[in-house]
């Protein structure tokens, strides 16, 4: 783990308050912990958006180029393969 690094935020008084009162109820150890708990989930959030635009797109793609079936073929492929789904 890297060597951590000190900044300062300016926080609403509300904001401030809720982060204390978050941090008294024991959910975090420190207001650090809680933006960095923040940061993190952030972080997380943007990672799995990334893969799911990725995948998007190539379904776009898959789309553009022809490889792709119409809906009703697909569901004859399903119930052909009998993978569980009934009419």
Do not use: H, N, W
């Amino acid at each position: 783990m890297s060597e951590a690094v000190k900044i300062t935020v300016t926080l609403e008084p509300d904001i401030e308050d809720f982060v204390r009162d978050e941090v008294e109820r024991g959910s975090f150890a420190s207001p650090s912990d809680y933006v960095e708990d923040l940061i993190r989930r952030r972080r997380e959030r943007g990672l799995a958006r990334q893969k799911l635009d990725a995948a998007l797109q190539r379904g776009i793609d898959d789309i553009e180029a022809g490889r792709y079936l119409p809906i009703d073929e697909a569901f004859e492929e399903i119930f052909a393969a009998g993978l569980g789904v009934s009419r």
